[in-house]
């Protein structure tokens, strides 16, 4: 593997520690759920989390081209699962019914909360930011991929756009 890559690696898992470490903190002094602290568990999904997170929002900085093939992979799951889970993510699901048993699948209310917990007022904002660089992210290394026809390229951009924007404006099904 390319010294870039196993410096991405390093750097990406330095800053999903640095987040978690937040998030359990901040957490501490300001609970989701009085009388509940996040246990081992929790943390352990909260990194991988934020790790996922910074791959999908990093990966065009900190990796050469020769992982591109897995990125987009990567990316297209990470996207993709979010269709059976009515829009939302597995692991945030996980979380919140750590927190709340009761909450449905697809309950936006409690979405997130291994990011409220760290950018709290701002996390819509960071949302945002997110998905703008991944889809950044995703739309250049899908541009960089001789392998494929014009086409090709052009058809996934289009999907994948698609897809985002219904998740952005909420038009998939619950």
């Not at 790790?51 to 020769?66: D, G, S």
């Not at 889809?135 to 999907?159: E, K, P, W, Y």
């Amino acid at each position: 593997m390319d010294q870039r890559n196993i410096v991405g690696f390093t750097v990406i898992t330095i800053i999903a520690a640095i987040l978690t470490t937040i998030s359990y903190y901040s957490e501490k002094k300001n609970p989701i759920v009085v009388g509940k602290s996040p246990d081992a568990a929790i943390l352990v999904l909260r990194f991988v989390h934020f790790f996922a997170v910074m791959i999908n929002l990093t990966y065009i900085f900190l990796f050469t081209p020769e992982l591109d093939i897995y990125y987009i992979i990567f990316t297209i799951f990470l996207y993709g699962h979010w269709l059976f889970f009515k829009n939302e993510c597995i692991l945030s699901y996980i979380e919140k019914i750590y927190y709340c048993k009761e909450c449905p699948l697809g309950d936006l209310n409690m979405a997130n909360i291994y990011l409220n917990v760290v950018f709290r007022d701002y996390t819509n904002t960071m949302l945002l930011i997110f998905g703008f660089l991944s889809l950044v992210n995703f739309l250049i290394v899908i541009g960089r991929q001789q392998a494929l026809s014009s086409r090709l390229r052009l058809g996934i951009c289009i999907a994948f756009l698609t897809y985002v924007v219904d998740i952005v404006t909420g038009k998939q099904e619950n």
